[in-house]
């Protein structure tokens, strides 16, 4: 198995994320660009970057390859972990994939402009994370870390 990397900031599942690496034993990377309590689990590497826009993105996407697992909502980030044959998840459970990465840029590009567009600045933030997202997302990783040892002993 190879490992999994979590887009920190931001991220609200960096626990649960914890406790599956360390059942299944992999290498866990949690990357941000400062702000994080460090965890003492000998399994989890906190990356700390340089300030900088998409610094702890550009990290993970140089590093991220087949059989690993990538944690982010940063579309993409998410582009550029697909193409390099990482799986990809949201912190809500949500996969991006060669099937739909196309079409989550695209929307991201159009919402973009929209907002860009709103003269008044009255574009609502987005919804709470919920138990059920956090249950959703802890499914979603098992499946992932499952499916990445799998491809691994097929290769």
Known sequence: MGALYIDADACPV???AERVASRHRIRM????????RPSANPLVET????????????????????GDVVVTADIPLAAKCVAAG??????NGEAFTEANIGQQLAMRDLMAD?????????????????KSDRSRFL?????EIRAAARSQQGS
């Open 139 to 143: 499914n979603a990783l098992e499946r």
């Open 47 to 66: 990356v700390i970057v340089p300030e900088g826009p998409d610094v702890a993105d550009m990290w993970i996407a140089d590093r991220c390859k087949a």
């Open 114 to 130: 929209l907002r860009a567009a709103n003269p008044l600045g009255t574009a609502g933030g987005g919804k709470d994370f919920t």
């Open 14 to 16: 960096k626990a649960e």
């Open 86 to 91: 990482a799986r990809v998840i949201r912190h």
């Open 29 to 36: 990377y949690v990357v941000s660009n400062g702000g994080l």
